[in-house]
């Protein structure tokens, strides 16, 4: 098992962390106003490259995105969006509760991320068409089924209520596998975020590895003709569930 890193280099992880997220706040103020939706699009990778790096999380990716596809992926972390995001530009939904987090909730909103608010059905027709709308433009969209997150080594069972709108719009469906592993090449949980852990807890955990490695596969586009959103469900859970326990054993 890799021993955790000096404190000192931690502390420095930290700082240049908070750093980073400055500048996030500085571009988002300075540069997206005048930006088009290309450059937005490279600003946000190159700035989720950067993050992961200062995290020391290094990206591994089998398969391709599709263009304007709706992505649905396991959830281990909050880190799972800027992995996804180093490597192409996607709409994320999260929970309601993200908008309140420091900094990281104001960086989600002015970065176009869509707030689900749970419980409430006048939101969800609403939230539907919006997707719809994005999808139909070609624009991807990135949710996490399960509706929270796990250690990582385990998947809990899917909701397809937010599947219906990549049916409605006849989009692309790709499932995403999200697995991190230590240094020595063995998974880990030291990237997860669940339970009752704090965000700052969870992001020193992070940066006490020496390094991480995040592997995501992407599958080619589901087929949804003549399918229902509970079907593509299963057939999603399915296809992540044995990446995710693949190498387990």
């Not at 999260?94 to 990281?104: D, F, H, S, T, Y």
């Not at 704090?198 to 020193?204: H, I, K, N, R, V």
């Amino acid at each position: 098992m890799p021993r955790p890193v000096p404190r000192p280099i931690r502390a420095l992880r930290f700082a240049l962390l908070a750093l980073h997220l400055a500048t996030g706040l500085a571009t988002i103020v300075l540069r997206f106003p005048f930006a088009d939706a290309a450059t937005r699009a490279l600003l946000r990778r190159r700035w989720s490259q950067r993050l992961l790096a200062l995290c020391g999380i290094e990206v591994e990716r089998h398969g391709e995105f599709a263009a304007g596809a709706l992505l649905a992926l396991n959830h281990v972390s909050w880190i799972d969006v800027f992995v996804v995001l180093s490597q192409t530009d996607a709409t994320f939904i999260a929970k309601a509760e993200v908008r309140r987090w420091p900094l990281i909730g104001w960086l989600a909103a002015r970065n176009g991320t869509i707030f689900l608010r749970r419980g409430s059905r006048g939101h969800a027709a609403a939230l539907a068409r919006e997707l719809v709308s994005h999808l139909r433009q070609g624009q991807s969209v990135a949710l996490f089924p399960e509706g929270t997150t796990t250690d990582g080594l385990s998947l809990h069972p899917f909701h397809a209520a937010l599947l219906q709108p990549a049916i409605d719009a006849g989009a692309p469906v790709q499932a995403v596998a999200i697995r991190y592993y230590d240094a020595s090449g063995r998974r880990t949980t030291a990237a997860a975020f669940y339970g009752q852990m704090t965000l700052m807890q969870s992001l020193w955990r992070i940066v006490s590895e020496p390094r991480l490695r995040a592997r995501i596969d992407v599958s080619l586009p589901f087929s949804i003709h003549g399918i229902d959103r509970k079907a593509l469900g299963r057939a999603l859970e399915a296809w992540i569930r044995e990446r995710v326990q693949e190498d387990l054993a």
